[in-house]
């Protein structure tokens, strides 16, 4: 059975962290792994992207603030949140490509950054 469970949102303020984990099972053949946002009124947005070698890309909006990382062994990524801003509010979603041309997506957590 196919599972990609996400966690770790919730309701911050400004400049405090967030880690967001995905947690897939049933899942083969993982290659790139992402996350995605969406806010209120916008489309889906790509935040950052990992490869299968650990190659790291960022949204110019989040470098310097957000680390992505994964564990292919817990078949896992993670996305680590710093300086987080009231822009940054969104739905988080993760995303999994696998090489046999499949893609997967989380279930999304919700991040609010509010004082």
């Known amino acids: 059975q196919v599972q990609l469970v996400e966690s770790g949102g919730g309701l911050v303020q400004p400049g405090e962290s967030l880690t967001l984990s995905c947690v897939a099972s049933g899942i083969f053949g993982i290659n790139a792994m992402d996350w995605y946002r969406q806010a209120p009124g916008k489309e889906r947005e790509l935040v950052a992207s990992i490869t299968s070698s650990s190659s790291a890309n960022y949204a110019d909006s989040v470098k310097g603030r957000f680390t992505i990382s994964r564990d292919n062994a817990k078949k896992a990524v993670y996305l680590q949140m710093n300086s987080l801003k009231s822009e940054d509010t969104a739905v988080y979603y993760c995303?999994?490509?696998?090489?046999?041309?499949?893609?997967?997506w989380g279930q999304g957590t919700q991040v609010t950054v509010s004082s």
């Open positions: 995303r999994l490509l696998t090489a046999y041309g499949l893609q997967y």
